[in-house]
C-alpha cells in the first residue's frame, strides 16, 4: 500500500516532491537572501514575526532554535493585532506565503502606522503590495507551491536575515542541517521500502488512531510541525501539547480515561534533553504506556538544528503516507479555501 507507485497514485499534485525539496529549498534560500538586505536589530527591543499556519511555523521554528542565544526576544504573532507592548522601533518581520492573509495583513499594517521598521516574505500578494509601497524589504519566495511546502525558502531566508539577531554564526548549523536532511532523504523517500523507512512504518501505526504530539522546548515547534502537517495533508485530527505543562494535566486523562487506547500519544525526543527533564519524561511514558501504546521519536543529527530539522522531515513523511494509506490527496485544502472565500465575501459587505 506503501510503495513508490501507490503513494504516486494518491498524490497526483506532487506533495511527495514538495516534501523531498526541503534541504534544497532551505540551502537555495539561504543563499540567495545572503545578496539582499540584512535586517539589523538596531534599537528594536524585540522582533515580531508574524504570520499564520503554514508561513508561521517557520518562524516558530526558527525563533525556537534560536531562543538560547537571541540578542532581543523573538515572538511568533499569530493574530489581527500586534501586542500592546510593540514599539516604533521594533523589527516586524510578516510571513505569508499567499501575501493575502488577513490576520497577517491587519497586524503588519498596525505595526506600519505605529512606524515599526517591516521586512516581508512572500510570494507577492497583498502583503508584497503593501511593502513595497512603504519602500519595505520584500523577501520573494517562489511561487506555485502550499504555503507548507515552502517552509524550506521561508526558514531559509529567516536563518539568513535573522543571523544579526543571534550571538554566533548561524550559517555552518545550517550548512550541516541541511547535509543531514540530504542523507535522511535516503531513507525515507517513497522508494525507500517499509523496513527501511521510519515514516511507513508509523504512519501504519498511525492509521487507526488519533496522533496527539508532545514535546518540550526547543522541539514544541517540531510537533506542532507534525500535527498541522497530519490535519493538512493526511486530513485528520490531530493535535500538540507540550511538555513539562502537561504532566501537570493531561497526563490524569491518558492515565484515566479509558478513550486514551483510542489515541496515540508521540513524543518528540532528543538526545541533549537536559537531565530532569529526560527523567520526567521516562517516568510520563512509562504511565502513559499503561492506557496506550506511546511513540517516541529522535533524530541522531549531529547539532541541535540538524535534530530538530530531521525531526520535522520524518513528521512531513509521516503525513504524506498517512495520506496514502486513507487514499486521501495530501495537497489540497478545501475547507480552508471555503473559510478565506467566506471571510473575503464577508470583508468585501462590510
Ligand atoms: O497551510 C496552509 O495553507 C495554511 O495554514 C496557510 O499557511 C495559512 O492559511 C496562511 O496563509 P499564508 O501562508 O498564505 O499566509
Known amino acids: 500500500m506503501l510503495d513508490a507507485r501507490a503513494v504516486a497514485r494518491v498524490d497526483p499534485g506532487g506533495m511527495r516532491d514538495i516534501i523531498a525539496s526541503l534541504p534544497d529549498q532551505i ?48 515572538q511568533v504573532v499569530r493574530d489581527y493585532r500586534l501586542p500592546s507592548y510593540a514599539r516604533p522601533e521594533d523589527l516586524l518581520v510578516a510571513v505569508s506565503y499567499s501575501g493575502n492573509t488577513e490576520e497577517t495583513l491587519g497586524a503588519t499594517a498596525e505595526g506600519i502606522k505605529l512606524g515599526c521598521r517591516v521586512i516581508a516574505i512572500t510570494s507577492g500578494g497583498r502583503l508584497g503590495d503593501l511593502a513595497r509601497g512603504g519602500g519595505w524589504p520584500v523577501f520573494e519566495v517562489p511561487a506555485g507551491l502550499p504555503p507548507r511546502g515552502a517552509f524550506g525558502h521561508l526558514f531559509g531566508i529567516l536563518s539568513t536575515i535573522g543571523s544579526g539577531w543571534t550571538y554566533g554564526d548561524l550559517r555552518g548549523d545550517v550548512e550541516q542541517a541541511v547535509a543531514h536532511l540530504n542523507e535522511l532523504r535516503t531513507r525515507l523517500r517513497p522508494e525507500s521500502g517499509v523496513r527501511l523507512n521510519r515514516a511507513k512504518a508509523l504512519a501504519l501505526r498511525l492509521k487507526t488512531t488519533v496522533p496527539i504530539l508532545y514535546a518540550a522546548p526547543p522541539f514544541t515547534a517540531v510537533a506542532r510541525r507534525w500535527q498541522t502537517q497530519l490535519n493538512e495533508n493526511a486530513k485528520v485530527l490531530a493535535f500538540s501539547s507540550t511538555f513539562p505543562e502537561a504532566d501537570h494535566n493531561e497526563l490524569v486523562g491518558w492515565v484515566e480515561d479509558p478513550r486514551a487506547r483510542s489515541y496515540r500519544p508521540i513524543i518528540l525526543r532528543d538526545a541533549d534533553e537536559p537531565p530532569e527533564l529526560k527523567r520526567q519524561l521516562d ?68
Not at 55 to 64: E, R
Not at 324 to 344: F, M, N, Q, S, Y
Open 283 to 350: 517516568i510520563t511514558t512509562s504511565l502513559m504506556s499503561k492506557r496506550t501504546k506511546v511513540e517516541e521519536v529522535h533524530d541522531d543529527g549531529p547539532s541541535l538544528l540538524s535534530r530538530m530539522l530531521g525531526t520535522l522531515y520524518l513528521g512531513d513523511y509521516v503525513s504524506l503516507y498517512l495520506a496514502a494509506l486513507r487514499g486521501v490527496d495530501p495537497l489540497p485544502l478545501k475547507p480552508i479555501e471555503t473559510l478565506k472565500a467566506k471571510l473575503a465575501a464577508a470583508r468585501r459587505k462590510s
Open 27 to 74: 540551502s537555495a534560500a539561504a543563499i540567495w537572501a545572503e545578496g539582499k538586505a540584512r535586517a539589523p536589530i538596531a534599537e528594536a527591543q524585540r522582533v515580531f514575526l508574524i504570520g499564520m499556519g503554514g508561513s508561521a511555523i517557520a518562524g516558530d521554528v526558527f525563533a525556537a532554535w534560536v531562543a538560547d542565544r537571541c540578542k532581543v526576544p523573538i
